[in-house]
């Protein structure tokens, strides 16, 4: 993940929006993963990017400009739920097989 | 099961014992990882098997680390000698072998080296 940045903590109030960035670098791009993981969970899947631009999954949108390499996860609508980690992955055409490439994460803190 | 099952869930274990750590993946899958994951620290890649083919050990920090799967199922973790730094939420994940296809993590095992 040393090639991966993401905030290390944000705050935001419930009902509203935030945008959490993520850039990378590689030589090899093919797929950009956002994973939210709960304190003492697994982390789950929320979205997959590998052409430019924008995909639209109910409250959660990832946004991608490869030649940039720069990706957000832009969360509508907070609920306290939303309080979690949320990790940018990358996966490298030079890593092993279809292994990921994770950021250290960004924590999300919700409040009313 | 519908999941990655991992166990043991909590493992404490005294400097120097051995452990071993079981994943089995996602019926179907046929890629399967290792990762690692320390307090403030990223998920650290350990391993990764895919088929019959070799494993890609090149993330695995030392050589008291191993693993191995079995019939294309199952695998197993081995720490020798374990130290303390090795205490860390081990996490497997399984996947499907195409470039979009996510991995499908387990709910880790908690490895406390005391």
């Known amino acids: 993940g040393q090639n991966i940045d993401q905030p290390t903590e944000m705050t935001a109030t419930e009902g509203a929006i935030v945008q959490i960035n993520c850039t990378y670098q590689?030589?090899?791009?093919?797929?950009l993963f956002w994973y939210q993981q709960h304190a003492g969970e697994a982390p789950t899947f929320l979205s997959y990017?590998?052409?430019?631009g924008l995909e639209e999954k109910g409250r959660f949108s990832s946004f991608l400009s490869r030649s940039k390499g720069y990706s957000y996860l832009l969360l509508k609508e907070l609920q306290m739920k939303d309080s979690a980690s949320y990790l940018c992955a990358v996966r490298d055409d030079s890593n092993s097989g279809y292994a990921l490439n994770f950021g250290k994460g960004t924590s999300l803190l919700v409040t009313p | 099961g519908a999941g990655v099952s991992q166990s043991p869930s909590n493992k404490v274990t005294e400097k120097g014992k051995d452990v071993e750590l079981r994943c089995d993946p996602i019926?179907?899958?046929?890629?399967l990882y290792w990762y690692r994951q320390s307090l403030g620290q990223g998920l650290e890649f350990l391993i990764y098997f895919q088929g019959n083919s070799a494993p890609d050990k090149s993330g695995l920090p030392s050589d008291r680390f191993s693993a191995e799967r079995t019939g294309g199922s199952v695998s197993t973790l081995t720490i020798q000698r374990t130290q303390q730094e090795d205490s860390a939420v081990y996490l497997c994940?399984?996947?499907?072998?195409?470039?979009?296809?996510?991995?499908?993590f387990g709910n880790g095992t908690r490895l406390t080296v005391t």
């Open positions: 990017n590998v052409l430019d």
């Open positions: 590689t030589s090899g791009f093919n797929g």
């Open positions: 994940a399984s996947s499907l072998v195409q470039g979009n296809s996510p991995l499908h």
């Open positions: 019926s179907g899958h046929t890629a």
